[in-house]
């Protein structure tokens, strides 16, 4: 669901020709041209869908009355909207409350996201019917849940037609970011950041080895593209036109094995189970915290949830999701950031495992999601998203790493947890003195020689007010929940 803030103070999208996405006031409407409609229409209709809007794996919609949209058509760039397209009609779409995107996805939750494109495809095969375009920025996360959201991507068939139209655009988008962030450690962010439509098989091609070149699903999807792609489509201006089949039954055959062959595509891409990474083993190893520190800080971040019983909670520097998952349990929607995307995809495996509503993202604070897009504006920046969303915010064991690391002002990282929380903030103060901070300093101490526990508190008390506070026995480490100033 991607939106361009320029229609009139409106977030709104404009790239399909169908229909255009508003955001107005909370509500995500559809404005409609006839085209649109019968997507809709196949869409509503579709059983397939149907199945998966009841699993919640695909958005809710419904058709405004004429009432309702002579009331959306009052606001004056909606009425801008629907006139430019000559639309037909406003469909409403049920909200996805925290919007993310595929350059946030650890490889765990772009594969998923695949699986369901493809699902829907091979569903929509015996009823007729099709996917125009395959992009994962027509899924979001609800929680560790992919939800198809691009209700005008159903198309009907014509009887006969053997081909997908969006097979090179699953591959592109799909199976080479995952096939090359599995092989040469490419992170998927380095690839959607910069390239929205994914990888071409060209750009691929130049980084295989030369038995790669002939190896698995390269050959397929990447050498051949690459050797036959140019003198095919000089020779042959008819290539994408559609070509019909007289055997129906045939076609449908075909289309279904080309899926299949997809799924086979996808399966062997997808992250290697048992990956490690810098902080893969952190929480389990060498973490600073004997066995009755840890508890300590759980009980301290329990009781914490607990007296504040916040609805949704941003936790920063999440690793395994650990803490992520105490907050799940307590009833609150979660959003948990790491920047090492085999933690992140951790998270999300644990999330799914135990049923939890945690939605885990590759996101550095120190550096999060820009606004990408025409004009900045088709997918926001993680801040916009963020700001004033949550009301806790959890920093646990994350602020030396802002401080020392990334060289953010301690009154920076306090000010950035003030626009993020409307409430609580539960945050870890690490001592200069604490070990790890001194193995992230390395002889540079005198740089943050002013940092006393004391110095935290008169700078974290320009926005909040302590409510709680305790000392990690044994440690140098300080607990706080924190409430936000007015």
């Known amino acids: 669901m991607q939106l361009d803030s320029g229609v009139g103070g409106l977030q709104a999208s404009f790239r399909d020709p169908g229909g255009c996405v508003i955001n107005h006031k909370g509500r995500i409407l559809r404005v409609l041209a006839a085209s649109g409609l019968d997507d809709l229409t196949n869409y509503l209709e579709s059983a397939t869908l149907s199945h998966e809007r009841a699993a919640g794996r695909a958005i809710p919609a419904r058709l405004l009355g004429p009432g309702e949209v002579s009331e959306c058509r009052a606001e004056a760039g909606i009425a801008r909207v629907f006139d430019a397209l000559g639309a037909v009609g406003i469909a409403e779409h049920e909200p996805v409350q925290f919007p993310n995107y595929p350059h946030e996805w650890p490889a765990e939750m772009l594969l998923e996201a695949g699986r369901l494109t493809l699902t829907l495809a091979e569903g929509l095969v015996d009823e007729g019917l099709g996917l125009k375009d395959a992009t994962p920025l027509n899924v979001l996360y609800r929680g560790p849940k992919p939800v198809f959201v691009d209700a005008l991507s159903v198309e009907r068939r014509e009887p006969g037609d053997a081909r997908w139209l969006a097979y090179a655009q699953f591959v592109r988008t799909f199976i080479l970011p995952l096939a090359v962030n599995r092989d040469y450690g490419i992170p998927l962010d380095q690839i959607f950041l910069a390239r929205r439509d994914g990888l071409e098989p060209e750009d691929v091609y130049r980084l295989l080895s030369p038995w790669r070149r002939l190896s ?96 949704r909670v941003l936790d920063v520097g999440c690793n395994n999701g650990h803490f992520s998952a105490i907050a799940a349990r307590n009833g609150a929607e979660v959003v948990a950031l790491d920047y090492d995307p085999v933690v992140v995809g951790g998270v999300w495996r644990m999330a799914v495992a135990q049923g939890l509503n945690i939605l885990p993202l ?12 025409w004009r900045n504006g088709e997918c926001r920046s993680f801040l916009s998203r963020a700001a004033g969303y949550f009301d ?20 920076g990282v306090l000010e950035q ?70």
């Not at 590759?362 to 897009?373: D, F, I, K």
Request: proline share 5%.
């Open 216 to 311: 698995g699903s390269y050959f397929g999807l990447v050498t051949m593209p690459r050797l036959l792609g140019d003198r095919r489509r000089a020779r042959d201006p008819e290539l994408y036109k559609r070509k019909l089949d007289a055997n129906v039954e045939k076609a449908s055959y075909v289309m279904h094995g080309v899926l299949r062959g997809l799924r086979r595509a996808l399966d062997r891409v997808g992250p290697r189970e048992g990956s490690d990474s810098t902080w893969s083993g952190y929480m389990t190893g060498n973490n600073n915290y004997t066995p009755a520190q840890f508890e300590f800080k759980e009980k301290f971040v329990g009781e914490s949830l607990r007296a504040a019983a916040p609805s």
């Open 362 to 373: 590759v996101v550095n604070l120190a550096r999060p999601s820009p606004a990408l897009g």
């Open 392 to 411: 806790m915010v959890t920093m646990l064991a994350v602020i030396h790493h802002m401080i020392v690391s990334e060289r953010v002002p301690l009154a």
């Open 417 to 486: 947890a003030a626009e993020l929380t409307s409430k609580h903030l539960v945050i870890e103060y690490v001592d200069p003195k604490d070990s790890m901070f001194r193995r992230l300093v390395r002889g540079r101490e005198a740089l943050h020689e002013g940092l006393t526990e004391e110095a935290f508190e008169r700078a974290a008390g320009e926005r909040f007010l302590v409510e709680e506070k305790a000392r990690i026995p044994g440690g140098e480490r300080t607990m706080y929940r924190l409430r936000r100033r007015g």
